[in-house]
């Protein structure tokens, strides 16, 4: 080789800094390995000379060959070097696959990249160009399926949670992580339990309808699913009455709240969101009650068999409570289910009655006289419904209300679970009833004494104790006589004002079942003794029962007339003996002229009869002219039913029958 | 922002998440512009960023505010299912009245009625 000796120089083998980058991490060159570096030798190896030699001789072959012979083989010639360099890449690559086989190492020195052709270049262009803009486009329907999509569940949820805050305004509203993925609701459960209770160990168990899971629906909004029959509600009722007005009731109530016709609703889409939040709003307010009933129920079956005063179960089953409370009244309780209708509860009063009276239940009715007679015992039983509704009260208050939020009851107050002194609260209703009961037949009886007798007037006294009853028979002297009274002697105007009575009272207060009378106007069973004249007009007490009730009445109110004739006859100066029923004047000659009073409380046209009774002197007894039947010495002359004011002018022309001079 | 028209924090919030699907929409409609065949528009592109960017800061600052302003949750404290109870048995006591009254009423028009 002759030519110019060129030198190459090696950088020093040590370890050079390649690049630093931003963080100031450095980086070297990683180290290659012994062929590595063996082929980087070789490749350093300027083959150039050969190859231009090879290169020259070959021109200069073509050249010489060309000069020959060149229009005979020129055009293959290219060809065959084309060929015989192809034929050196095939065998460079073949000896490069028997190497690869023979499993030497072989490493890529490194590939050049064939230089891209201008349309390539651009071709390649265009479709990275077009990729992005696909990508672009993708993108962007991504985005706008995304915002639709979001804006519709929005729209589910923002009607799912309204409707929740709007219920959780009423009601309570919590919430359960739930980790299973079965359940598509959220955990929301509404929690009907109330933990504020009074006496919270008697209450403590929550009822299984206490928490209700808030579901989904088909459209996603909110959805309450009950099992159809779960709510039940408390029913009252006596045995061997049957209320005309429940179907009306039942009616009205029911059919607001059953599942089924949520569930049909909701089928039909024109329910707006409001009326379909205010019927779940419904249903939960039925829940509740159902709840509260049950509790109810479980203290009232508690209370029963607490040996309270006033309490005598005589029967039980299962939702079915049934007391006695005297005088062969009986009443039940029971838990009804309440999503039926009418039917239903009607049937379930059959089955547990043994008799059913139609009865039109309402109170304080002014009776027919026609129906008096037969069905007396059945009238004058409270309203169930009313009944019910005290029920509830009472155990509300004392079971639900805390001892410093109760009201001031003065009447009603309840003393609660105390067992064996005093009535538990299920004794003190029963006792309510039953005094209810009894006061209804009481006023039965008084109105119809009070009727029958014009000058008698009753009126009604609330007690505000549901144990007491009371009431006031007035006896009105009328206006016209006090008026001729006071036009004649104007001169003693203030005086015979007050001294004559023109009212008489006559008082009647029922505590349980014992009846009290009180009446003024009756004359001093002493002074009737002395058979003195004295003007004390005494308040007679005395307690009476039922069966007597009418004559004590009419007796009471004949006396206070006679008290008044009597003070009237003083008035103008006439001195009479009184008698319990009997006024008597004497005339000339130890005539006695009487007026007697004869009740009778079987008499409908009024209970109070008058008679004239005249006896000549030989009598001397004095006794009750009612039992003289000794038609010689007397004679007898029957008035009828006087009203006052025929009185007032009898007893006028008695006394100027009497002695005209001894007027003044 | 819009403070008059929205005065519950329920609204607030609901009105960010329209913002929010707003925000997905201009997305959506920058990136159809970027794919445009004929090149983008570059006012379009700078109107739809322009909101996006407020949209995103106005989402920030109610959220913001709202859960500074989210108030502690104290659960039931005060519960009133007894004066719920006692108001249903009240409604009952009126139906009741209402029915009677009713009676009477009924009563008062038949006998008028027959005079």
């Known amino acids: ?664 | 922002m819009d403070s008059p028209t929205q005065n519950t924090s329920l609204q607030r919030l609901q009105n960010v998440e329209k913002r929010i699907i707003r925000v997905l929409e201009l997305a959506g409609g920058v990136m159809d512009e970027l794919a445009n065949p004929t090149g983008p528009r570059k006012e379009f592109i700078n109107n739809h960023c322009r909101e996006f960017m407020k949209m995103i800061k106005d989402i920030q600052v109610t959220l913001r505010d709202e859960i500074k302003s989210a108030c502690e949750y104290r659960p039931f404290e005060k519960c009133d299912y007894s004066s719920r109870i006692s108001n249903e048995i009240c409604c009952k006591k009126l139906e009741y009245v209402l029915s009677q009254l009713d009676a009477m009423k009924q009563t008062i028009d038949e006998y008028q009625a027959t005079i």
Not at chain 1, 265 to 292: A, C, G, P
């Open chain 1, 1 to 664: 080789m002759d030519g110019n000796l060129e030198i190459s120089l090696d950088k020093l083998p040590i370890k050079r800094l390649e690049s630093i980058e931003e963080n100031g991490v450095e980086r070297y060159p990683s180290d290659s390995s012994y062929d590595e570096k063996r082929v980087s030798l070789i490749r350093r190896i300027d083959f150039a000379w050969a190859l231009e030699d090879d290169e020259e001789r070959e021109r200069k072959k073509r050249q010489k060959k060309s000069s020959k012979d060149a229009s005979a083989t020129w055009q293959w010639q290219s060809m065959v070097e084309n060929l015989q360099l192809a034929h050196q890449e095939l065998s460079v690559i073949i000896d490069l696959i028997n190497t690869v086989d023979a499993n030497d190492a072989v490493t890529v020195a490194g590939m050049t990249r064939p230089k891209p052709l201008l349309n390539e270049v651009l071709s390649d262009l265009a479709v990275s160009a077009a990729t992005k803009l696909q990508c672009y486009r993708q993108l962007g329907k991504y985005f706008k399926q995304s915002a639709k999509a979001l804006e519709e569940q929005i729209a589910r949820e923002a009607r799912f949670y309204g409707a929740l805050i709007r219920l959780q305004q009423n009601w309570k509203v919590k919430r359960q992580r739930l980790a299973s993925a079965a359940s598509s609701s959220e955990g929301f459960i509404i929690d009907l339990f109330d933990n504020s209770l009074y006496d919270s160990a008697a209450m403590c168990r929550p009822s299984s309808l206490s928490t209700i899971r808030v579901d989904h629906d088909s459209a996603g909004m909110l959805a309450i699913n009950l099992p159809p029959n779960s709510c039940r509600s408390l029913h009252f009722g006596f045995l061997g009455v049957h209320s005309a007005d429940i179907p009306k009731e039942l009616g009205k109530i029911r059919t607001r709240g059953s599942v089924e016709q949520c569930t049909r609703e909701r089928e039909k889409e024109s329910v707006s969101d409001d009326e379909y939040i205010k019927e779940t709003h419904t249903l939960l307010r039925e829940v509740h009650q159902s709840i509260f009933d049950d509790q109810v129920f479980e203290m009232l079956n508690r209370e029963a068999f607490n040996q309270s005063i006033g309490v005598n179960v005589t029967g039980i089953r299962e939702n079915y409570l049934q007391l006695s409370i005297g005088q062969g009244n009986t009443l039940f309780i029971s838990l009804v289910p309440s999503s039926k209708g009418d039917d239903q509860d009607a049937a379930n009063t059959q089955d547990s009655e043994s008799a059913i009276v139609p009865l039109d239940s309402f109170d304080n009715v002014k009776l027919e006289e026609g129906k008096h007679g037969t069905s007396k015992r059945k009238w004058g039983f409270p309203n169930r419904t009313s009944c019910e509704i005290y029920l509830q009260q009472i155990v509300h208050e004392h079971a639900f209300v805390k001892a410093k939020d109760k009201p001031n009851l003065s009447g009603t107050r309840v003393s609660g679970q105390s067992g064996k002194d005093g009535p538990g609260l299920l004794g003190h209703f029963c006792l309510s009833l039953a005094h209810r009961i009894f006061s209804n037949r009481v006023l039965v009886e008084l109105e119809n004494v009070v009727c029958r007798v014009p000058y008698l007037h009753l009126m009604t006294h609330p007690t505000w104790h549901s144990q007491t009853s009371s009431w006031t028979i007035f006896l009105k002297v009328p206006q016209s006589i006090l008026h001729a009274e006071s036009q004649s002697l104007k001169s003693d105007f203030q005086n015979m004002k007050d001294a004559v009575k023109s009212q008489f009272r006559t008082k009647v207060v029922v505590n349980d079942d014992r009846i009290n009378v009180e009446g003024d106007g009756a004359p001093n069973v002493v002074s009737l003794f002395k058979r003195s004249s004295e003007n004390i007009s005494s308040v007679n007490k005395y307690e009476c029962d039922l069966a007597d009730l009418p004559v004590i009445i009419l007796l009471q109110a004949a006396s206070q007339v006679i008290c008044w004739l009597h003070e009237e006859a003083l008035m103008v100066g006439i001195k009479t003996n009184r008698d319990f029923l009997c006024l008597t004047f004497e005339l000339e000659q130890g005539d006695t002229v009487s007026l007697v009073a004869h009740v009778n409380p079987e008499d409908i046209k009024g209970g109070i009869t008058w008679w004239l009774v005249m006896e000549d002197g030989s009598t001397d007894d004095w006794k009750l002219q009612m039992d003289m039947y000794d038609g010689a010495s007397e004679y007898r002359k029957f008035l009828g039913h006087l009203t006052l004011d025929v009185l007032y002018s009898t007893l006028m022309d008695l006394v100027s029958l009497c002695g005209g001079g001894r007027n003044h």
